[in-house]
């Protein structure tokens, strides 16, 4: 009895607790847990091109796992960082998985990516076969860059796989850099520095003084002579100081000559208000402000028009110390200008010691029967190829103390200033609108045998 009594009770308390178990919440229906979907995005780091940065991109609201696979062999790592930085030194194809587990279970995400001969690459044909430029040439290869391009993680793969030097295409000229009076501009230039810096590469400095790149308020200047001339000291003293030791060459004024027999210096603003000695003045300036900086002399059909070889070299010769080196642009095409021209242009260079810079190189294929061509054929294609061949042939046969860089003028053929310039179609660059290359880029190599 006693014992019934003691079951009797511990019911009572057992159904009491279970009762008050049955918290009104309960009786709700469970909250809807959704799946996440796992996604992540990579990235090259800037600084190191064998490191992926990747961004997990899931979207993570509410309790989760995420677990990655970095393709490296090392099995599964559960890490819920945002980003994650891993390195990949070893050549090869990896696979890359996110998994992403809530309680409505488990989604996973994969990417593949090919290391390369120098870093990473998330499109296999950017990565894979030929060796880069730069690694094949004993020189700076350089190209000609502008930072609307720098988001673009393809350009940006292959301008750090291909290219040890850059120099702004546009956005280091005076209309960018000091677009009005008392105002100087330089986001674009340090954007450029900058990439270049983290990357180990060259900096060419382009162009302090252009006819075709001055700001108009400098074109219908107010001041005095004097007031202008010391606005181009102020204006060159102020860009070559900031960039002092970070950007080692400067084309100081550009195209300076005319095409007008003779080659006198091109009627300018910069002729007008300073008077013939301008050239010079402008290179003091921006010696003064930098001692050990390389100046350059840069014009076009430097090669192929001997008068125009001559005086230039006349004009560096006039220099003296002031100039270090001579910029042949080489808008060139298939045809011209011959190797027998090119070898002079590096004969003088070398007689006059003075350092060589192919600095725009373009090859121009359409230039025959009314630019006709819709497409590069491939006969074009080879016989560019063979243009490249020779420049580079050349270059590289000449005494290294003398050689100082080449730069392409771009990198895809649609992206070509000479398009919108001759306005005809034209392919006149290293690698085609798909980003892949050309037999040009082949052409390139086979100089460097
Ligand atoms: C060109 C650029 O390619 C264009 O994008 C820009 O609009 C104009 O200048 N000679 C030079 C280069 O020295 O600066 C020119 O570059 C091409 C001709």
């Not at 009895?1 to 308390?13: P, V």
């Not at 010691?353 to 600095?359: C, N, R």
């Not at 590069?376 to 050689?403: D, H, I, R």
Request: charged share 20%; with cysteine; proline share 4%.
């Amino acid at each position: 009895m006693k014992y019934l009594k003691y079951l009797f009770l511990s019911l009572i308390i057992i159904s009491i607790a279970a009762c008050s178990d049955e918290d009104p919440d309960d009786m709700m229906p469970e909250p809807m847990i959704e799946l996440i979907q796992a996604a992540f995005t990579i990235d090259i780091s800037d600084s190191d091109p064998y490191t992926a940065i990747f961004t997990n991109t899931s979207d993570v609201s509410g309790d989760y796992t995420a677990v990655w696979d970095f393709g490296q062999g090392d099995g599964e790592v559960t890490d819920m960082s945002d980003q994650i930085s891993v390195r990949y030194p070893e050549a090869g194809d990896y696979t890359i998985t996110l998994q992403i587990t809530n309680e409505a279970g488990t989604t996973s995400a994969s990417e593949d990516i090919t290391v390369g001969d120098i870093g990473i690459c998330t499109d296999g044909a950017v990565c894979t076969g030929l060796p880069a430029l730069q690694s094949a040439a004993p020189f700076l290869v350089g190209m000609a860059v502008a930072t609307n391009k720098f988001g673009d993680q393809k350009y940006m793969n292959i301008l750090r796989r291909d290219f040890n030097s850059v120099t702004a295409e546009w956005q280091m000229k005076m209309n960018i850099m000091h677009p009005s009076e008392g105002v100087f501009s330089f986001d674009a230039a340090d954007a450029i520095v900058d990439l270049a810096e983290a990357n180990g590469m060259n900096v060419h400095g382009h162009a302090l003084i252009w006819h075709s790149a001055t700001p108009s308020w400098v074109e219908n200047f107010s001041g005095s002579d004097e007031e202008f001339e010391t606005m181009v000291k102020d204006y060159i003293t102020t860009v070559v100081s900031r960039y002092k030791g970070r950007v080692r060459s400067w084309d100081v004024v550009n195209e300076a000559l005319s095409d007008d027999a003779g080659h006198p210096l091109r009627e300018s603003v910069f002729l007008q208000r300073m008077g013939p000695d301008y050239v010079k003045k402008c290179h003091q300036w921006a010696r003064d402000a930098d001692p050990d900086v390389l100046l350059f002399y840069n014009d076009y059909n430097i090669a192929g028009v001997e008068s125009k070889r001559n005086a230039a070299f006349d004009l560096i010769e006039d220099l003296g110390d002031l100039a270090d080196g001579i910029g042949a642009q080489s808008h060139i095409n298939i045809n011209w200008p011959s190797a027998a021209q090119i070898q002079d242009l590096i004969d003088k260079t070398v007689a006059n010691d003075l350092l060589l810079h192919i600095s725009e190189i373009d090859v121009r294929t359409n230039t025959e029967d009314n630019a006709s061509l819709s497409s590069l054929s491939s006969a074009k294609a080879e016989a560019q190829a063979a243009k490249y061949k020779e420049v580079v042939s050349l270059f590289n046969a000449m005494p290294t103390e003398n050689q100082y860089a080449i730069t392409v003028w771009g990198l895809r053929d649609d992206q070509s200033w000479l398009i919108n310039f001759w306005g005809v179609p034209e392919w006149p660059l290293l690698y085609d609108a798909s980003y892949q290359r050309k037999l040009a880029y082949q052409g390139f190599l086979d100089g460097l045998e």
